[in-house]
């Protein structure tokens, strides 16, 4: 017989177990910006290769200003975060480490990080030191100290992080920005201080293992597949990227990782979120363009920064000339820049008397290239071609009036939300994270944000940028109106509370129950 249990013992758990938020650790090797309430060196902690960053801090703040119990672990950047350790050499250091001790932010410590100049390292050997000097500090320290209940891990390296928290049943979710991996044997990641022993079960070994011991030494460890295979959930930053990788539509992906995403997939724990740009990227608020400007006022906002714009890259002065941005690196086996290069002259040539001109605002192996058309064909007031940096980019936003993004694949992609929200209408091929937020502009009924193109050749890009110039010949009043509507949609769309919330919901499924209860 089944023995019953008073009532007046099952209330007061309840009670107790509603007081309690779900505690979450974001495990990042990168981030953008931290809330000021987090720690008393928030805002030093700002690290930054890529859309990861931009995400990880969009999570952390949404999360943080709905009161949850967020935390989040980062590798200690010092030179990165520019922390001057001299200065803190007696007290000041003891008060500095003791405070970030009770904050939310863990930093993770190794000599691995303190002294170097970039997230990531360019040699083959150098990322997966820094990646094993993280994880390690991670599962050794900072998860006995959060105690968490759940882990968000970002990407290969944290990939051996959902292991151990399936081991120590901590439902775990696992963000794929990027398909990049590392392999390594048991020995090599237990050499470096990692009991791998503890969760190898859970680990994604190249070959099926026999057991432990002879696996140890030469089954080599796939930590982005790992982490796949791992974790409670995962997500893409786009969804046509998943459905792309699972229905196998890239060569480059790696057997394993489509494989294991696959699986995920059909379990239905996989989805697609896109990321959003950092919100400094607003055209009323940016402090490094020539002119702020809203929806509102983009007429004569654009014209001031187009003005500047072909000041500074020496391009023929004329307010009505169109004007094509290339924001992306110059990175010829994904971003499109070949297909730039191979009709640049027709381009230029076709609508000379309108004054086209391309500013090529990125560094990167293919912008040799670019020079030597323009200086061929003496076209350098057509066509500029300048090194990244951070305002010009910017400005180039606010002084173009498209923004070219033909990537031949892009797991999610940024330059073509932003161009949006600075009124630079995206000119994109058709494919992940593109198709997602680029629809072909319809300016008749109002509809679509910017120019797709199917098939990816040079002729696909001309053709997009043929209806670009369409677009550029509509009656003025036209194009503003349009430019306005695009500019409104893509700041209500492409913004870091959408992303958040979509990843709220993903850790409220998984943990079951409310991030922050309302009591």
């Known amino acids: ?245 699972v229905n196998g539509r890239h060569a480059f992906i790696p057997g394993n990782i489509k494989n294991e995403m696959s699986q995920k997939n059909q379990a239905g724990c996989a989805l697609g979120i896109l990321n959003s740009p950092d919100p400094s990227y607003n055209p009323a608020t940016d402090k490094m363009i020539t002119a702020k400007y809203t929806p509102d006022t983009s007429a004569e906002g654009k014209i001031k920064n187009k003005r500047m714009l072909q000041d500074k890259l020496g391009l023929k002065k004329d307010d009505n000339a169109p004007i094509f941005f290339w924001p992306s690196r110059l990175d010829p086996m994904q971003k499109g820049c ?28 293919h912008q040799g290239a670019f020079r030597h058309i323009a200086g061929f064909h003496g076209i350098q007031d057509r066509v500029a071609v300048w090194d990244f940096s951070e305002q010009m980019s910017r400005l180039g936003f606010a002084g173009s009036d498209f923004t070219l993004v033909p990537s031949l694949f892009e797991p999610c992609g940024l330059p073509q939300m932003i161009g949006g929200i600075y009124g630079s209408l995206p000119i994109a091929h058709d494919t992940g994270g593109l198709h997602d937020t680029v629809k072909h502009i319809d300016a008749r009924n109002g509809t679509g944000n910017g120019f797709i193109f199917k098939t990816y050749d040079a002729n696909g890009l001309f053709w997009a940028i043929d209806q670009a110039m369409e677009f550029h010949k509509l009656p003025n009043h036209i194009r503003v109106m349009e430019r306005k509507r695009i500019m409104e949609e893509s700041l209500a769309t492409f913004n870091h509370s959408v992303t958040a919330k979509q990843y709220i919901d993903i850790y409220e499924s998984m943990l079951k129950r409310p991030l922050v209860n309302p009591f």
């Open 1 to 245: 017989m089944k023995k019953s249990v008073p009532k007046t013992n099952k209330a007061p758990a309840r009670k107790r177990a509603a007081k309690k938020n779900p505690r979450v650790l974001i495990v990042t090797p990168e981030i953008t910006y931290l809330p000021p309430g987090m720690g008393n060196m928030a805002q030093c902690l700002k690290v930054k290769a890529g859309g990861l960053a931009d995400v990880s801090a969009s999570l952390v703040s949404a999360l943080y200003d709905l009161g949850a119990d967020v935390h989040v672990a980062l590798p200690h950047y010092r030179r990165l975060f520019h922390i001057d350790v001299a200065k803190f050499i007696n007290d000041e250091l003891r008060v500095y480490k003791s405070k970030l001790n009770t904050s939310r932010i863990h930093l993770a410590e190794d000599r691995e990080f303190y002294y170097r100049d970039a997230v990531y390292g360019n040699s083959e050997y150098d990322n997966p030191r820094i990646a094993l000097a993280f994880q390690r500090e991670v599962i050794n320290n900072i998860v006995p100290i959060v105690k968490p209940d759940l882990i968000h891990c970002n990407d290969w390296m944290t990939g051996l992080i959902p292991a151990m928290a399936r081991r120590m049943g901590i439902p775990c979710l696992f963000t794929i920005h990027n398909i990049h991996t590392c392999e390594m044997s048991l020995a090599a990641i237990e050499d470096k201080g990692i009991d791998a022993a503890e969760f190898w079960r859970y680990l994604f070994l190249k070959r099926i293992p026999y057991n432990y011991e002879e696996s140890r030494n030469n089954n080599l460890v796939d930590f982005q597949a790992s982490g796949i295979f791992a974790s409670h959930f995962i997500n893409t930053v786009s969804p046509t990227f998943l459905e792309e990788i």
């Open 338 to 365: 070949t297909l730039l290069s191979d009709i640049l002259y027709r381009i230029v040539s076709k609508y000379w008397d309108d004054n086209l001109q391309v500013a090529i605002i990125a560094s990167g192996s």
